[in-house]
């Protein structure tokens, strides 16, 4: 299998979902559990079993930013 930058991306979503799945939080507010639920949808995307459907770092770093930080 050849290294690439899609290898990394899965590894990120594999980090992001142990992070979010693994805490134990009090309920969210709606916004928030909005939020963790779109956060976990990008994560998963980041797994694709094909690496060419997987986003780039650069997709998944501004759909972050745009989601988390709105343009005002």
């Known amino acids: 299998m050849k290294v690439t930058e899609k290898c990394d991306m899965y590894s990120f979503g594999v980090l992001a979902l142990e992070d979010l ?3 134990r939080l009090s309920p ?3 916004q928030v559990e909005e939020v963790v639920m779109w956060i976990i949808k990008l994560a998963i995307a980041c797994l694709h079993s094909n ?3 997987r986003p780039s770092m650069h997709r998944v770093s501004q759909q972050l930013a745009n989601k988390i930080i709105p343009q005002r």
Do not use: A, C
């Open 21 to 23: 799945l693994d805490q």
């Open 28 to 30: 969210p507010s709606p």
């Open 51 to 53: 690496p060419q459907s």
